[in-house]
């Protein structure tokens, strides 16, 4: 059931210019949760530092292209060379961290030093778990961390934080947020979307499963960073 009356509920869609599936992805809601993340929490300046776990994924490549529009460094951590390639390559950030590369705190802090040499101003937090332990150690004072998923633990796995204590130390602000509760938002947030799309500065990828009964595989493969960008399910 849909309520026509809320705004960014129903829309015409454009499909000259943005393909149609693009609108379950980088122009749909992994976009806008994109954008509310980056501009109503971290509410980046010109030259800071932003950071992103599942840089390649639906969530993360529309970051990348929001978060370069504004004038930020823009960091990804994604896994294995190929996706990095990607983030950097055809997403435009200005670094990429594979985090199988660096399986542990002290790597993946080590890691982040050299990216971020001027420290983390805001983090959009995809993952949990010891990556969120490597970035809080390279926050800058007053960072601003939006919390949007913690994939690490979908599987039931606790997720402990190892320095709950750099949050004081370093005034974090931490929010999460449910971008379905932002509705207000969605219009601004789709248009700016869809003129990235348009000019090329956002180029999403997908991978797209056949039928219904690919869908739990597929969504497993989340799980496991086996999609390349937007997971869709083809029905028919
Ligand atoms: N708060 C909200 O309203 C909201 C709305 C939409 C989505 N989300 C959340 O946003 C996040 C991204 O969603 P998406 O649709 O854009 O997914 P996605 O990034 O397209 O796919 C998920 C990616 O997460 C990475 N991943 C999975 N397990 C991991 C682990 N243990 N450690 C590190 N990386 C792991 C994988 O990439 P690699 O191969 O790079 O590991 C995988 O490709 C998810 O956590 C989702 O739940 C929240």
């Keep these: 059931m849909v309520d026509a009356s809320q705004p960014g509920a129903l829309k015409k869609v454009d499909t000259a210019h943005v393909p149609l599936s693009h609108y379950l992805g980088a122009v749909g809601m992994p976009g806008v949760t994109a954008w509310y993340g980056l501009v109503k929490i971290i509410n980046p300046k010109a030259g800071d530092t932003l950071v992103i776990t599942a840089a390649s994924g639906a969530v993360g490549s529309a970051f990348g292209a929001l978060a370069k529009a504004r004038g930020c460094r823009v960091v990804g951590i994604a896994g294995g060379p190929d996706k990095c390639r990607y983030v950097t390559d055809e997403l435009g950030f200005d670094a990429c961290i594979d985090y199988r590369a660096h399986p542990d705190v002290k790597s993946m802090s080590a890691a982040l030093k050299e990216a971020c040499p001027q420290g983390i101003d805001g983090y959009f937090e995809n993952v949990g778990g010891y990556i969120f332990d490597a970035v809080l150690l390279r926050t800058n004072a007053f960072a601003r961390v939006a919390l949007c998923g913690m994939i690490a633990g979908y599987d039931g796995q606790p997720l402990p934080l190892a320095n709950p204590a750099l949050i004081l130390v370093n005034r974090l602000k931490i929010e999460g947020f449910i971008v379905s509760e932002h509705m207000e938002v969605w ?16 180029r999403p990828r997908e991978s797209v499963a056949q039928g219904i009964e690919a869908a739990p595989e597929a969504f497993l493969g989340l799980l496991k960073g086996k999609n390349f960008g937007k997971q869709l399910v083809k029905l028919v």
């Design 187 to 202: 219009p601004e947030a789709l248009a700016a979307l869809g003129q990235l799309v348009a000019s090329g500065k956002l």
